[in-house]
T-cell receptor
């Protein structure tokens, strides 16, 4: 079966660093994505990992370990605007449509 | 970056009516479009995958006769919620891909409220 797990909620302080974990068990794997979604809006793309290791993009970094079925999103120098839901999604390799399977999302609250 | 639009952004309708939602890729040709539904405080649930010129592939549990999907061109896909009921009230989001292993680009979403 397909299963993607993330913590439901996290709270952090402005200026701090937060790590959001994601574990997955899927029948196929063709990459892992992280999206940010503010309430009432569509998701926006943050990062993509297909090989093991760390991908850094400004204040955001994402890590992948395929052997462990594990990824994390690291947010540095947190800002109030980073309060949002963060969605982990795995791309299935089972067919040519490259569909994404989403985790339940992690709601991050950044406090002053 | 690639832009995907949806129309309408918000719709309120009476129970039993049908609602059509359009998804357009504005600056690229979308070989594949995906339709998602999101209930409050939940994640995106894939409803169906739509390839231009062919029938949509529906996920398990999604009624194909209730959620009609048409992908008539490389820039337009439509989702029609037929005989809508209050339980169909949700946030419907489309995404588009130019094909191959690359990211999907999401539309802004359509909020449907069925009274």
């Amino acid at each position: 079966g397909q299963n993607i797990d993330q913590p439901t909620e996290m709270t952090a302080t402005e200026g701090a660093i937060v790590q959001i974990n994601c574990t997955y068990q899927t029948s196929g794997f063709n990459g892992l994505f992280w999206y940010q979604q503010h309430a009432g809006e569509a998701p926006t793309f943050l990062s993509y990992n297909v090989l093991d290791g760390l991908e850094e993009k400004g204040r955001f970094s994402s890590f992948l370990s395929r052997s462990k079925g594990y990824s994390y999103l690291l947010l540095k120098e947190l800002q109030m605007k980073d309060s949002a839901s963060y969605l982990c999604a795995v791309r299935d390799s089972g067919d040519s449509s490259y569909k994404l399977i989403f985790g339940s999302g992690t709601r991050l609250l950044v406090r002053p | 970056g690639a832009v995907v639009s949806q129309h309408p952004s918000r719709v309120i309708c009476k129970s039993g009516t049908s609602v059509k939602i359009e998804c357009r890729s504005l600056d690229f040709q979308a070989t594949t479009m995906f339709w998602y539904r999101q209930f409050p405080k939940q994640s995106l649930m894939l409803m169906a995958t739509s390839n231009e010129g062919s029938k949509a592939t529906y996920e398990q549990g999604v009624e194909k006769d209730k959620f009609l999907i048409n992908h008539a061109s490389l820039t337009l896909s439509t989702l029609t919620v037929t005989s809508a009921h209050p339980e169909d009230s949700s946030f419907y989001i489309c995404s588009a891909s130019a094909g191959g292993p690359e990211t999907q680009y999401f539309g802004p979403g359509t909020r449907l409220l069925v009274l």
